[in-house]
């Protein structure tokens, strides 16, 4: 079974634009989970969808975003950027709803940054 | 709120000797609580879990962790260390927020392990 997969896996942009990223869960699977990963933040929860619900949302701006579709793929945007949402961008998924509660496989990440 | 700490950025030992990860952890319910590994580049795979029952748990690459409710602790171990255990590993803990899981990661601790 293909694994979970996100593109693009490098990006770089400047301050002000806005950019997409993708994620593609196990076949099966319905939740999907964005994490923000920074040396200086550690791992921080953004947002987690079930069957195209956004369930859970952690502290962030508003400038980040999240939607999933029927075929349970998510993508996530973030608007205006700044230096410090350079990151690497982390894309989770699971069978049931419930975020770690139930086991989560996690892709390579999408390294996004921001000059 | 819940937090995790994780005591050393860094860890080092010699192949072959035991390794100890630490991790405590606060909450205000029993939490769940996990152990993932990260390979360089790569996201996070689980190592093991725990939510109920036997509080020694077992994991993948002959990882356990012991859950002591009365030290707030589910420290990682293995009885002998490989050159393929060197990675970064994160202590997670999740308790039910509004009715859903949200994860907290601690800050991560690098493993490197000595020829």
């Known amino acids: 079974k293909a694994g979970v997969t996100q593109t693009p896996r490098y990006l770089i942009k400047t301050r002000g634009q806005q950019v997409t990223l993708s994620c593609s869960p196990i076949s099966g699977h319905r939740s999907v989970s964005w994490y923000q990963q920074t040396p200086g933040q550690g791992l921080q929860f953004l947002f987690e969808?079930?069957?195209?619900?956004?369930?859970n949302k952690g502290n962030f701006p508003g400038r980040f975003s999240g939607r999933q579709f029927s075929n349970s793929r998510s993508e996530m945007n973030v608007s205006t950027l700044e230096l410090g949402d350079s990151a690497l961008y982390l894309c989770?998924?699971?069978?049931?709803?419930?975020?770690?509660?139930?086991?989560?496989?996690f892709g390579p990440g999408t390294r996004l940054t921001v000059l | 709120a819940q937090s995790v700490t994780q005591l050393g950025s860094h860890v080092s030992v010699s192949e072959g000797a035991l390794v100890l990860l630490r991790c405590n952890y606060s909450s205000s319910v029993p939490p769940y609580l996990f152990w993932y590994v990260q390979y360089p580049n790569q996201g996070l795979q689980l190592l093991l879990k725990?939510?109920?029952?036997?509080?020694l748990v077992k994991g993948i690459n002959g990882f356990e962790a012991e859950f002591k409710k009365s030290e707030t602790s589910f420290h990682l171990t293995k009885p002998s260390a490989h050159m393929s255990d060197a990675a970064e590993y994160f202590c997670a803990v999740s308790d039910r927020s509004g009715g859903s899981y949200i994860p907290t990661f601690g800050r991560g601790t690098s493993l490197i392990v000595h020829p």
């Open positions: 969808y079930f069957s195209e619900t956004q369930r």
């Open positions: 725990y939510t109920t029952g036997a509080t």
């Open positions: 989770a998924s699971s069978l049931g709803a419930g975020g770690t509660y139930n086991e989560q496989f």
